[in-house]
C-alpha cells in the first residue's frame, strides 16, 4: 500500500474523505474549529472558555445524535416558546432549568460549604417579587382556611455564634399549592411571603399555614416536556428560605415536609436529606397562646447556618 493511500484513509477514519474535488469534511470538524477561531479576540478570558466549551459540546451533541434539520428547527421553536412565556411573574427558563436538573447541579457544583452550613437547593421560580417587610411572629398566611403551623429557628454561624439582626427571606405556596402570583386577584399580592429580621439572639418565628405539594406550571413548553417524557410535575411540599447576615454567606434553601410522598421523586430534583423537616403537631396550649395560633398546632423547627465570607 502507498504512502498516499494510508494517509487517505487515515483522513477518512478522521471524518476526511477524497473525491475528485479534494478532501471532503464528512464531521464538521472544521466548521467547529473555525467556529472557535471566531472567538480569538473575545477581550474576557471566561466569556471565551464558557463560549469555546458550548460550541464544543454542541457540535459534539449534533454529531454524536445526527440531529437533524427538522429536530433542529423543533428545538429552536421551542427556545422560542419558552422565551415568550416569560413575564414578569414567570421565568420559564428557570422552570426549564429546573426540570431539566441543571439548577441542582449548579447548586451542587458551587456548594463548598462548612461543615454543619446549611444546604442550598434552587431558587425556584416564583421568587419574582420582594417580599413584604414583617414582624417577628407575623402571619405570612393571609388567606387562612390552611392548617396553622409555626416556624420557628436561629440563624448562626457554622461554629454555633448567634446572628442578630440577620434576615429572613421567605416564600410558600399556600395550603392549595400556589403562589400568589399565580392567583393575582385570588390571593393578596405578599400572600406566603415575609422579610423577617432575626432577634439578638438569631432567633426567627413566624406563622403560616401548611404548605401543599404542587404541580409545577404546566400550561407552557415546558410542561408540554414533562408530557413528552411521562414525567409527573410535582414538587414537594416545602417553604423557601433566604439568609443572610454581615459577614457571611448567604444561603438558598427549602423545608420539606416529613412524609410528602413526592420527596422521593421531586420533579426539579432539589430535595436533600438535611432538608427534610418534621412539621409535628403540638399540643402545648401555653406555646400556642405564645406565638399566637390556636392549639394544637403543626410546629417546624429550622436553624439557619451560614459559613462566613471569605
Known amino acids: ?19 475528485a474535488t479534494g478532501p471532503r469534511d464528512t464531521t464538521g470538524t472544521s466548521v467547529t474549529e473555525q467556529a472557535v477561531a471566531s472567538l480569538d479576540g473575545t477581550a474576557d478570558p471566561r466569556l471565551r472558555e464558557l463560549l469555546t466549551a458550548l460550541i464544543r459540546h454542541l457540535h459534539d451533541f449534533t454529531r454524536e445524535t445526527r440531529l437533524t434539520r427538522q429536530e433542529w428547527e423543533r428545538a429552536i421553536a421551542f427556545l422560542t ?22 439548577s441542582t447541579l449548579l447548586e451542587t457544583l458551587h456548594q463548598d460549604r462548612a461543615p454543619g452550613a446549611t444546604e442550598s437547593t434552587v431558587l425556584g421560580p416564583f421568587h419574582m417579587t420582594e417580599s413584604p417587610v414583617r414582624e417577628l411572629g407575623d402571619d405570612i398566611d393571609l388567606v387562612g382556611g390552611g392548617e396553622p403551623c409555626v416556624v420557628s429557628g436561629r440563624v448562626r454561624a457554622a461554629d454555633g455564634t448567634p446572628l442578630p439582626g440577620a434576615v429572613v427571606d421567605v416564600w410558600q405556596a399556600d395550603d392549595q399549592g400556589f403562589y400568589d402570583v399565580q392567583q393575582p386577584g385570588v390571593q393578596p399580592a405578599g400572600n406566603g411571603r415575609g422579610l423577617f429580621t432575626a432577634d439578638t ?41 433566604i439568609a443572610s447576615a454581615e459577614g ?55 436553624d439557619l447556618v451560614l459559613e462566613r465570607s471569605s
Open 201 to 241: 439572639e438569631g432567633r426567627f418565628w413566624f406563622r403560616t399555614c401548611v404548605p401543599a405539594p404542587y404541580p409545577i406550571p404546566t400550561d407552557g413548553p415546558v410542561g408540554d416536556l414533562l408530557r413528552a417524557t411521562g414525567r409527573h410535575p410535582y414538587r414537594p411540599a416545602h417553604i423557601h428560605f
Open 248 to 302: 457571611h454567606t448567604p444561603v438558598t434553601t427549602h423545608i420539606f415536609v416529613a412524609g410528602d410522598e413526592h420527596l422521593d421523586s421531586d420533579a426539579v430534583f432539589a430535595v436533600k436529606e438535611s432538608l427534610v423537616q418534621d412539621f409535628a403537631e403540638t399540643d402545648d396550649p401555653a406555646l400556642a397562646r405564645e406565638f399566637g395560633v390556636p392549639n394544637p398546632f403543626r410546629h417546624a423547627r429550622f
Open 81 to 102: 416558546v419558552t422565551g415568550q412565556a416569560c413575564t414578569g411573574t414567570r421565568q420559564e427558563f428557570i422552570l426549564l432549568s429546573d426540570v431539566l436538573g441543571l
Open 1 to 19: 500500500m502507498t504512502s498516499d493511500a494510508t494517509a487517505g484513509r487515515r483522513r477518512r477514519g478522521a471524518g476526511i474523505t477524497s473525491d
